[in-house]
Each structure stands twice: as C-alpha cells, then as structure tokens.
C-alpha cells in the first residue's frame, strides 16, 4: 500500500482565548510589522500513513483537543521517510520554508549553512 503525507494543522477554536497569538500580534509592531491583525497560533503534526481513512478520529482522539482545537488535513501522495523535501509546498504557499516562514536555507544564529561546516 502506498504511503501518503499527511500534515494536521491544529488551531484554536473562534472564540477560544489564544495568549500565544495575542503575544505575537503585540509583538509584531514592535518589530516594524504593521497592519497585523486576528493573529492565531497553532500547530503542524506530519504523519506518514497508509490508510488516510482513519485520520479524521486520530485527531478527534488523540491529536487534537476536539473541545477547544479545530484541525484541518491537508494529504499528499509519496512521504519519505525523513521529512519534507526543501521544495515541497507547505500550507499557507511558503515552499521550502521553515515553522516561521524563514526559507529553509536562511542564515540563523548557530545555524550551519547547507554545504559549509562549523
């Protein structure tokens, strides 16, 4: 059986009080970031899986907080096993970009260019 990407984005319910997201929209504009409103924070789980059948009650079970979580799958066929590629397409459009939407390949403090060593 082929296996198939599946990515979960978990966020908090409308209505439901996010101090994470409400922390980052203060924060924002003391970066320079203007214009930013409604800023919600929530989570990525990536799972491998044969049979995307059962992903629905994987999150209603266990994966998600049904009672204050909504959750969203987004499926793509052929997984490996370590991970996305740099190119792949992540939700939101940003391709080969990390959790933040840095690019995959950006300068980070204590971060090692791919190609170069320490």
Do not use: H, W
Not at 77 to 106: C, F, K, T
């Amino acid at each position: 059986m082929p296996v198939l990407r599946a990515r979960i984005l978990v966020r908090p319910k409308a209505g439901i009080l996010d101090p994470q997201g409400q922390a980052v929209e203060r924060a924002l504009p003391a970066l320079g970031f203007s214009g930013v409103r409604n800023v919600r924070v929530g989570r990525l789980i990536e799972l491998d899986v044969e049979d995307s059948a059962r992903l629905s009650e994987m999150c209603q079970r266990l994966l998600t907080n049904p009672l204050i979580e909504d959750y969203e799958i987004v499926e793509s066929a052929g997984a490996d096993s370590i991970g996305s590629p740099a190119d792949a397409e992540l939700p939101g459009g940003v391709a080969g970009a990390d959790s933040i939407g840095r690019p995959a390949d950006a300068e980070l403090p204590g971060r090692v260019a791919p190609g170069t060593s320490a």
